[in-house]
Every structure is written in structure tokens, then in C-alpha cells.
């Protein structure tokens, strides 16, 4: 089964970077679409980014367009998420999650889409 486990998560100021990592193991990861999601206290888990299994197609939410980048190097098995001109509404946990059923879709951004999740990981963003 797959094994997701993020790390790079921390506290920063506002308008600060950070650059969030997730290794998968497990099943074949260029098999798998990644995404990444964030849950702030007392609110739902909503989607930041996807990633089709070649990299080659990314979407994101609104929220962080233009500041978040997706990005994954197959031969290491990780998808990592660039974090930049953060701000405090991007305090959360950060999960990652796989998608093994449609891999070359960049549709397909709610939990039910991505069949593994991570345990996740905080960040922190202070005014």
C-alpha cells in the first residue's frame, strides 16, 4: 500500500518561504497523480494543488496561485511544495495526498479523488 510522509513544515513570517516535501513509497509514484491539501483549524481540508504523474500538467486553487508551486521529481519518488509570500490565512496542516486511479487527469480536486493521504505537516505563518 502507499506510504506518503511529509516534512519541511515550520513557522515563518508573512511574506517568508517555505518548501514542504512528501515521499512516497509503496506502489510505482509515477503511477499516481500527487496533490496537496491544508486544514486550518476548525475548517474543512481544502485543496491547494495537483500534479499529473509526468509533471506535466499542475492546477491550484485560487487562494494560491501565483505564490504555491507544485513540482515532482519521479526518480526520488517525492512531490514537494514551493510555499512563497506567505501569508497568515496559509496556517494550516499541509497533507499530501495520491491519486492512483487517474494519474493524467489535472481534474479531480476534492478528498475523495486521492485514495492515500500523509499524516501532514504544520505551518505557521505569523503577521
Known amino acids: 500500500q502507499v506510504q506518503l510522509v511529509e516534512s519541511g513544515g515550520g513557522s515563518v513570517q508573512a511574506g517568508g518561504s517555505l518548501r514542504l516535501s512528501c515521499v512516497f513509497s509503496g506502489r510505482t509514484f509515477s503511477s499516481h497523480a500527487m496533490g496537496w491539501f491544508r486544514q486550518a483549524p476548525g475548517k474543512e481540508r481544502e485543496f491547494v494543488a495537483r500534479i499529473t504523474w509526468s509533471g506535466g500538467l499542475t492546477y491550484y486553487a485560487e487562494s494560491v496561485r501565483g505564490r504555491f508551486t507544485i513540482s515532482r521529481d519521479n526518480a526520488k519518488n517525492t512531490v514537494y511544495l514551493q510555499m512563497n509570500s506567505l501569508k497568515p490565512e496559509d496556517t494550516a496542516v499541509y497533507y499530501c495526498?495520491?491519486?492512483?486511479?487517474?494519474?493524467?487527469?489535472?481534474?479531480?480536486?476534492?478528498?475523495?479523488?486521492?485514495?492515500?493521504w500523509g499524516q501532514g505537516t504544520q505551518v505557521t505563518v505569523s503577521s
Open positions: 495526498a495520491a491519486d492512483g486511479i487517474s494519474p493524467r487527469a489535472i481534474t479531480g480536486t476534492t478528498a475523495a479523488d486521492f485514495g492515500s
